[in-house]
């Protein structure tokens, strides 16, 4: 019986026509994202490479930081460990020689940026509210059409939250696979990648996102492959995360509209307190760990960060506690509810 559930369960989220709907929009969306990018094959030249790492001194960004924003005290000391840690990498880099892939030559920020920030963006916010809509529709579907009290006096009774559970995080993620798999193969039909697979990330072609002049250095080496499968691995995790936020919420709240109005208040609360904090500050740094802010600086996952990154892995560790805290959210939420009078 509980696999017949969850196949209904599944079914009534991946292929409701609202659902659909959203998909084939945010798909087109994303195509045109790729399609209206600027593609000039003509300027993808084999330019002279520079060891560019050899005798880099990662201090000096931390003191450029520091001085720009006229940051003190403990939180400038933050900053400045931060990049003390980073000298060995870039030690590293020097002696591994990765800033001598060439990538794409002078259109190497463009096509980075446009696949890793703009494109991924798009399919990260993409993903996860379709996660979220697909947890709260779950969980409050029976509440939303006066069956719940039949449900609940059935024999599965409230363990049904566990069917609902597992069928909101299978529609989360089949709808990120599709999302992020038809997306991906409109964008490489478009900008060919396959000469570049084997290219370095931290070439000296390339400098972070939003900075111009500063390196693209990342804490581990990566190929451009490697890259892309681990911001895809991170994509799926922060996914996860809103599917567990709108269950937690629709459990809780029960009502849909409410429910929805409460998981909206806590994104919007993530995303409007970090900036109440100085940049360098422990509780600055840990706003950026949410999800919110992991979606807003994926551009720089792997990398250094700016300013207000005070971690190496940053994106590792935010998703790595988000998701611990989100799951102890949906377990509280499911305790209350199996204790809760049903009106």
């Known amino acids: 019986m509980r696999y017949m559930l969850f196949g209904y369960e599944l079914k009534k989220l991946v292929f409701s026509p609202a659902m659909v709907g959203i998909v084939a929009l945010c798909i087109i969306f994303n195509a045109v994202i790729a399609i209206v990018g600027y593609n000039d094959y003509g300027s993808n030249y084999e330019a002279e490479a520079v060891n560019i790492f050899e005798g880099f001194k990662t201090i000096e960004i931390g003191e450029i930081y520091i001085r720009k924003y006229n940051i003190t005290g403990e939180n400038a000391e933050n900053i400045r460990?931060?990049?003390?840690?980073?000298?060995?990498?870039?030690?590293?880099?020097?002696?591994?020689?990765?800033?001598?892939?060439?990538?794409?030559?002078?259109?190497?920020?463009?096509?980075?940026?446009?696949?890793?920030?703009?494109?991924?963006?798009?399919?990260?916010?993409?993903?996860?509210?379709?996660?979220?809509?697909?947890?709260l529709i779950s969980v409050t579907y029976e509440n939303l059409r006066g069956t719940e009290n039949i449900i609940c006096a059935s024999k599965i009774g409230r363990r049904v939250l566990r069917t609902k559970l597992s069928a909101s995080l299978m529609a989360a993620v089949a709808m990120?696979?599709?999302?992020?798999?038809?997306?991906?193969?409109?964008?490489?039909?478009?900008?060919?990648?396959?000469?570049?697979?084997n290219d370095n990330v931290s070439s000296m072609f390339n400098y972070a996102v939003n900075e111009y002049g500063k390196p693209f250095i990342t804490w581990h080496s990566f190929t451009v492959e490697g890259y892309l499968w681990a911001t895809i691995g991170v994509t799926f995790g922060i996914a996860v995360c809103f599917c567990l936020l709108g269950y937690a919420a629709g459990v809780f709240v029960r009502n849909s509209y409410g429910a929805f109005i409460a998981a909206a208040s806590v994104v919007g609360?993530?995303?409007?307190?970090?900036?109440?904090?100085?940049?360098?500050?422990?509780?600055?740094?840990?706003?950026?760990?949410?999800?919110?802010?992991?979606?807003?600086?994926?551009?720089?996952?792997?990398?250094?960060?700016?300013?207000?990154?005070?971690?190496?892995?940053?994106?590792?560790?935010?998703?790595?506690?988000s998701l611990a805290v989100?799951?102890?959210?949906?377990?509280?939420?499911?305790?209350?509810?199996?204790?809760?009078?049903?009106?």
């Open 81 to 135: 460990n931060k990049y003390k840690k980073l000298q060995p990498v870039i030690d590293q880099k020097a002696t591994n020689g990765d800033a001598l892939s060439t990538y794409f030559g002078g259109q190497t920020h463009y096509r980075h940026s446009l696949l890793f920030k703009i494109m991924f963006m798009a399919i990260i916010a993409e993903s996860c509210l379709l996660a979220l809509f697909a947890a």
């Open 176 to 197: 990120t696979v599709v999302i992020l798999g038809v997306s991906l193969c409109i964008f490489f039909l478009r900008f060919n990648f396959s000469d570049v697979w």
């Open 269 to 321: 609360v993530t995303f409007l307190a970090k900036p109440l904090f100085p940049i360098g500050s422990v509780s600055r740094g840990i706003w950026t760990l949410t999800p919110v802010w992991l979606w807003k600086n994926s551009g720089a996952w792997f990398t250094d960060g700016g300013a207000e990154i005070i971690w190496a892995s940053f994106e590792s560790v935010g998703l790595f506690v």
């Open 326 to 343: 989100l799951s102890i959210a949906a377990f509280i939420s499911t305790k209350i509810f199996k204790k809760r009078e049903i009106l």
